[in-house]
DNA sequence: AAATTACTCAACCGCGGGACT
DNA sequence: CAGTCCCGCGGTTGAGTAATT
């Protein structure tokens, strides 16, 4: 039996340009799966986790780059609230953005706890240790966002972010159609990720019993239905 | 201008689940 | 049923870069 584990001739790190167009070249032509293999057939020493995540993050088509829209960010912070850390049922709502991009633009953009207690100066060595402080503050809590960080270019989009947070406690309507099906809108949604909506509605229908059992939101909001399907 | 600090995000890791034998 | 393989997910790291001192 052969030993899984590590393997010291793998090759780690960034992709290069090389890498990638010869890891493209055979994707293309033989398809994607059994990523193990990709690795021996196509020259390239990589394990066949870092192919499939260099392919499904970067080099598979329709993959859109660059900021969120406002869209986008109004999207993922209702979905996180619905879903949580659910990053791939998160992503399969926003076209062309993947998991570990919603995920990423979560813990930065958007993650209240990540930007709160950075008033104090750390040393280098201690830096990396900061984002593991556990907060006690509820996700998205706007609690201290007054008090400091106020001068980087990102507060302009941080009062974006949390006005449409506010309006969102405002105006999400649970009594609203259940997310069921996507109705008329079905080109939202990706062309090469077939939406599913008996799995999706499950997961989503479930966020909301939660959301109705813990909070018993279904009592304080009302009003116009929202965008979400 | 150099050093230090803060931030971003691509990539890694460990784990769990499903399929197969 | 147990073992193995493969895939996908979410948490985390750390290199690279930007901003600040």
């Not at 062309?96 to 950075?118: A, I, M, P």
Request: with cysteine; aromatic share 10%.
């Amino acid at each position: 039996m052969e030993m899984k584990g590590v393997n010291p001739q793998l090759k780690k790190g960034l992709w290069k340009p090389e890498e990638d167009r010869i890891l493209k070249n055979y994707v293309e032509a033989h398809g994607e799966g059994n990523w193990a293999s990709v690795s021996q057939k196509s020259g390239l020493m990589r394990g066949g986790k870092s192919c499939r995540l260099r392919w499904k993050n970067y080099l598979r088509p329709n993959i859109k780059r660059g900021g969120m829209s406002d869209e986008e960010k109004d999207l993922i912070i209702r979905l996180h609230k619905l879903l949580g850390n659910r990053w791939s049922l998160i992503a399969g709502r926003l076209p062309g953005r993947t998991d570990n991009e919603v995920k990423n633009y979560w813990n930065t953009h958007l993650n209240k706890r990540s930007s709160q207690g950075r008033t104090t100066t750390i040393s280098p060595k201690n830096k990396n240790k900061l984002r593991k402080l556990p907060n006690p503050q509820p996700i998205c809590s706007r609690s201290s966002e007054t008090n400091n960080e106020v001068s980087h270019a990102g507060k302009e989009e941080e009062l974006t972010v949390t006005s449409l947070w506010m309006q969102d406690m405002k105006s999400f309507n649970f009594d609203a159609e259940p997310p069921f099906l996507p109705a008329n809108n079905a080109s939202f949604f990706y062309d090469d990720e077939p939406f599913m909506p008996i799995f999706d509605s499950l997961a989503l229908s479930e966020a909301f019993y939660k959301i109705d059992e813990e909070e018993n939101y279904q009592q304080e909001v009302s009003g116009h239905a929202t965008v979400l399907w």
